[in-house]
């Protein structure tokens, strides 16, 4: 078995966040996201791991390296320009000699792999797509299905009234190497617009699995937030969070941290600091009696004294003045708010 990630979007729902970061790398709990989907592919068994890039490669690769750090071994695809989904497929062909798992970059999901690719064998097809039920489809690609979980149809993202399916392509696929024949090389090709319909007109043996566990696109903002609300309330099992939170003792003004909150042993905490349902980065001072709820501050910010941050993502090396109010924002790194702002 062999894995592809496509992890080469701009991430242009995220920013300012991925300005300096690409999606595919913003911390989640303080690991770059990727993390959890090496981790997911392991559990399955699959070691040989192709990251397919295109921006920002190098901070990625930087990170993954040959993926000894985290015992698999990664390989690289890059692009030099964008080749949508379907070309950033077959721009990994080489490393595709293989039933392979492709999943989409910046998908946070707890799904069970190893029983969707012997649900693939099972069935003896040539393609699988894992499928998860949504309210709101129009931001995904809806995938109708017969019966017997035969694909039908493919609506990427769907108008009103254009299907009445509610079970969304979750991003993960398992696909047989020959499907790549399908795709011409060197050209700008996507999975949901050419590869699927052209594999279904084809008659392949064509399959769906539905997810009814947990499954996030991390790409927007309140996503992004999500996956860290999640991530640190336990609701993904199997992704266990560590902490090693700085402690303190049991004075009055010792700073409060919640039981759910993650903060880096790195940061500076003072007293009278409250910290609520967030995520805090490594080497971050957060001054005296600063509050911070349903929040993700990223590494090396610095909150100001009696500052209050709440549902809010701060990117890195960022400075929030005293007595500031932040409230629903998403600072770029090195944000700098002056003292007593309110946002
Ligand atoms: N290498 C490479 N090159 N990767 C790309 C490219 C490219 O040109 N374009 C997009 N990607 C990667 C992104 O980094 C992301 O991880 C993944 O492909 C999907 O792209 P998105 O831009 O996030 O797509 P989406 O979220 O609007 O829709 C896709 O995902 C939905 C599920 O989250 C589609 O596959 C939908 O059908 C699906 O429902
Ligand atoms: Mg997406």
């Known amino acids: 078995m062999q894995a592809l990630i496509l992890a080469g979007g701009k991430g242009t729902r995220l920013r300012p966040l991925t300005i300096h970061t690409p999606k595919p790398v913003v911390p989640i709990v303080n690991k770059p996201f990727l993390n959890y989907q090496i981790d997911l592919l392991k559990r399955a068994g699959v070691k040989d791991i192709t990251l397919s890039l295109s921006y920002q490669p190098g901070k990625i690769e930087e990170i993954f390296a040959d993926g000894q750090d985290y015992d698999v071994r990664i390989h690289y695809a890059v692009e030099a320009s964008p080749l949508g989904t379907g070309g950033a497929y077959k721009n990994a062909e080489k490393y595709l000699t293989e039933t392979a798992i492709v999943f989409n970059g910046d998908v946070l999901t707890d799904m069970d792999l190893a029983r969707i690719v012997a649900h693939h064998k099972e069935r003896k ?62 050209e700008t090709y996507s999975f949901e617009y050419q590869i699927f319909p052209s594999i279904l007109k084809a008659g392949e043996p064509f399959y769906s699995y539905i997810w009814n566990d947990y499954w996030l696109d991390i790409g927007k903002p309140q996503s992004y937030l999500q996956a860290n609300y999640d991530l640190i309330n336990d609701k993904l099992p199997v992704f266990p969070v560590y902490r090693h939170n700085p402690q303190f003792g049991n004075s009055e003004d010792a700073p409060k941290i919640d039981y759910v909150s993650v903060v880096d042993p790195s ?46 993502i701060i990117g890195k090396s960022g400075i929030i003045g005293k007595s500031s109010v932040v409230d629903g924002a998403i600072l770029g790194d090195k944000s700098s708010l002056t003292d007593y702002t309110i946002i």
């Open 125 to 186: 097809a040539a393609a699988t797509v894992v499928l998860v039920p949504v309210e709101n489809v129009s931001a995904y690609g809806v995938v109708e299905t017969d019966s017997e979980g035969r694909v039908q149809r493919f609506v990427e993202k769907p108008k009103p009234g254009e299907t009445t399916s509610n079970t969304i392509n979750a991003g993960c696929y398992i696909l047989e190497p020959h499907i790549l024949n399908y795709v011409p090389a060197g």
């Open 267 to 312: 940061c500076t905490i003072k007293p009278g600091v409250e910290i609520i349902n967030s995520v805090i980065g490594p080497n971050c001072i957060i001054e005296e009696k600063a509050r911070i709820e349903n929040s993700v501050v990223w590494a090396a910010s610095r909150i100001g004294k009696e500052a209050v941050i709440c549902n809010s």
